[in-house]
T-cell receptor, first 118, second 111 residues
Framework: KAGVTQTPRYLIKTRGQQVTLSCSPISGHRSVSWYQQTPGQGLQFLFEYFSETQRNKGNFPGRFSGRQFSNSRSEMNVSTLELGDSALYLC?????????????????FGQGTRLTVV | AQRVTQPEKLLSVFKGAPVELKCNYSYSGSPELFWYVQYSRQRLQLLLRHISRESIKGFTADLNKGETSFHLKKPFAQEEDSAMYYCALSGGSGNTGKLIFGQGTTLQVKP
């Protein structure tokens, strides 16, 4: 089974530009979550998509947006890039459990996209 | 507010010594707790979860609701345990992909 795939692996963008990151989940997984990882703030939840709908959202400005396609692939977009957006962006996919009794199933992470804003 | 605290940035022990990585959480409800591990040049992966009550690679963690803690323990550390460890919390409502992570603790096991 192929793991979670994120593309591209590395990106360098200029302040003010926009960027789109892509995530292909494990086959059969319908939930895709995005995280920002920085040395200062650690791992912070951005948003989660399930069946093409945003199900959860973290505390990030509206410049950060995402979407999910019918094949569960997800994209994340950041507009008007700022220097502080430089980070490792991680995507995770999971197959939702069958209710509270089974809890949340394991989240499988991609290797991340390293975004550098100059 | 939902929060996970890992008080130690770095924990350094000798091979064979016991290990305890601390994790405290703040959540008004019944959360699910996890430990994730990231070995050098590898992706973040699940180590264990409180709901499973299992031991993985010799590690165990018990959820203490009274102390709101979920410390990770191993009686005898091995060099291959050297990695970054993250404690994480999920809302516990089931079927949610939102994880709240602690800042992480680097475990260094010296020979």
């Amino acid at each position: 089974k192929a793991g979670v795939t994120q593309t591209p692996r590395y990106l360098i963008k200029t302040r003010g530009q926009q960027v789109t990151l892509s995530c292909s989940p494990i086959s059969g997984h319908r939930s895709v979550s995005w995280y920002q990882q920085t040395p200062g703030q650690g791992l912070q939840f951005l948003f989660e998509y399930f069946s093409e709908t945003q199900r959860n959202k973290g505390n990030f400005p509206g410049r950060f947006s995402g979407r999910q396609f019918s094949n569960s692939r997800s994209e994340m977009n950041v507009s008007t890039l700022e220097l502080g957006d430089s980070a490792l962006y991680l995507c995770a996919s999971s197959f939702p459990g069958q209710g509270r009794r089974f809890g949340n199933t394991e989240a499988f992470f991609g290797q991340g996209t390293r975004l550098t804003v100059v | 507010a939902q929060r996970v605290t890992q008080p130690e940035k770095l924990l350094s022990v000798f091979k064979g010594a016991p290990v305890e990585l601390k994790c405290n959480y703040s959540y008004s409800g019944s959360p699910e707790l996890f430990w994730y591990v990231q070995y050098s040049r590898q992706r973040l992966q699940l180590l264990l979860r409180h709901i499973s009550r299992e031991s993985i690679k010799g590690f165990t963690a018990d959820l203490n609701k009274g102390e709101t803690s979920f410390h990770l323990k191993k009686p005898f550390a091995q060099e291959e345990d050297s990695a970054m460890y993250y404690c994480a919390l999920s809302g516990g409502s089931g079927n949610t992909g939102k994880l709240i992570f602690g800042q992480g603790t680097t475990l260094q096991v010296k020979p």
